[in-house]
């Protein structure tokens, strides 16, 4: 088993490596220049000249990737231009915010997902069975940012039970996450069903059966959890798309968070928030995937020892 995880890990450099070269290119292939906000009333430009070199922006691409990431290394990922603020204190300041919705958003796709499943697959081919897919296939299809609006028009503005954008009390929380959760407990519930249903087609299950054993034994028991290893693998991915999918749902929302921060440094041009921001983001993707190869070889013992 350690050896899977030490090989993961090590497969995680060069693509982090990668990641962070794509990130960085991007950023400075995209039109427009983060001195031109800096640029005030009656500065020349000689002034406009010492602010290029001192950000850098006059080397080449490469020598300026080489430099960032030379930093990065050491933990820094620069200053702000426009802010003049270190790029990790801003990153720390707004990265509770995503992570709470996100983590929120995860309990609440499992439960709701898992749950749904369950009914879905014990009601087969029933009302029970048709509703819980109906409201799976509406959570994934439906665009997050038009689910959140909807649900503010609802909730927030109509009824006011929920603020109407914030982060200032744990019901400011209710909105925004069920915005996110809404579409990975539909995948969840949709996997959870096909898993379930597979698994008790199998001859052991037919045996259970034949025993006598009660069917809410066998269900609990054996199915749910032979059918939840595909499950945990979706879970282990969803935690770093979620991470990723705050951005969007943050901004209709208004919550101070990751996502709020990328917009306002794409508005303004400020690459090291940019930088900082996308690879935060990358990094929480990349940690998702890491988390779901562990999660399903530890509960599929097939998969890691096909790797030693």
Known sequence: MWQFVLRRCLLMIPIFIVVSIIIFSLIHIVPGNPIDNLMGPGMTKAHEQKLVEKYN???SIPVQYFIWFKRMLHGDLGRSIIEKRPVTELLLHHLPYSLSLGLTAIVLSFVLGVSMGIISAAAKNTIFDHLAMLVALF???????WLGLILILIFAVWLTWFPISGSGTLLSLVLPAITIGLGGAGL???VTRVSMLEVASKDFIVMLHAKGLGKKAILLKHILRNALIPVITILGLRIGWVLGGTVTVEIVFGRPGLGQLLITGLFRRDYPVIQGAMLVLAMGI???????DILYALTDPRVRDQHN
């Open 57 to 59: 922006l006059d080397k």
């Open 139 to 145: 959570g994934v299809t439906i665009p997050a940012f």
């Open 188 to 190: 969840i519930a949709r």
């Open 286 to 292: 990349m940690m998702g995937t890491f988390l779901a």
